[in-house]
């Protein structure tokens, strides 16, 4: 008997300490982070305060590698309204994205013309992964939770810093699905 109250005071006490890990990752915000950029200066989230983001974990050497040019022309069309493109290089998917920053900068600015902010690789699932995307993936939203599937799944954040919602990796940036969702939020 001795045992079994032990353990379920060991249990109870472990999820009330979840519980409350989970609250307070609930009243985080996006801006609450900050991350490096491609260049590996510091950069902090709550510069994009009052502002729409829309995160995407991207990969150099993926099949949705191409939709780099869709995330630049929806950038390009929303950034005076108040979008922020944010790509996250991650190598957690196959191994495709092994190149260094200088090396992911270099292959998104030649074949895609991208100038939207990009940081550093970065860790989106498994042990090592970034506290940013933990947070992310934890939210709720009208979409789905959990863990990200591919490269390419994609986040948007409203003008406060909450998550609204989720997308998979093959919604395109330019679809209507998206832009309307941006769109709601600008």
């Known amino acids: 008997m001795k045992t079994i109250t032990l353990l379920l005071l060991s249990f109870l006490t472990l999820n009330l300490g979840n519980t409350e890990s989970t609250m307070s990752n609930l009243n985080d915000t996006f801006y609450d982070y900050s991350v490096k950029d491609i260049d590996g200066n510091d950069l902090a989230l709550d510069q994009y305060k009052g502002k729409v983001i829309l995160v995407v974990n991207v990969a150099s050497k993926c099949g949705y590698t191409p939709q780099y040019e869709g995330l630049q022309a929806v950038y390009e069309k929303y950034n ?7 790509g996250f290089p991650a190598n957690n998917f196959m191994g495709q994205e092994p ?88």
């Open 80 to 86: 005076e309204d108040g979008l922020v493109v944010l």
């Open 99 to 186: 190149g260094t920053e200088e090396d992911i900068k270099e292959f998104c600015t030649l074949n895609y013309g991208v100038t939207f902010p990009m940081s550093s690789k970065v860790s989106v699932r498994g042990k090592d992964q970034d506290p940013l995307f933990g947070y992310l993936t934890s939210q709720p939203n009208q979409d789905f939770e959990g863990g990200i599937r591919w490269n390419f799944e994609k986040f948007l954040i409203d003008k406060e810093g909450k998550l609204q919602r989720r997308f998979r990796s093959g919604v395109e940036p330019e679809s209507d699905e998206l832009t309307n969702a941006i769109e709601a939020l600008l």
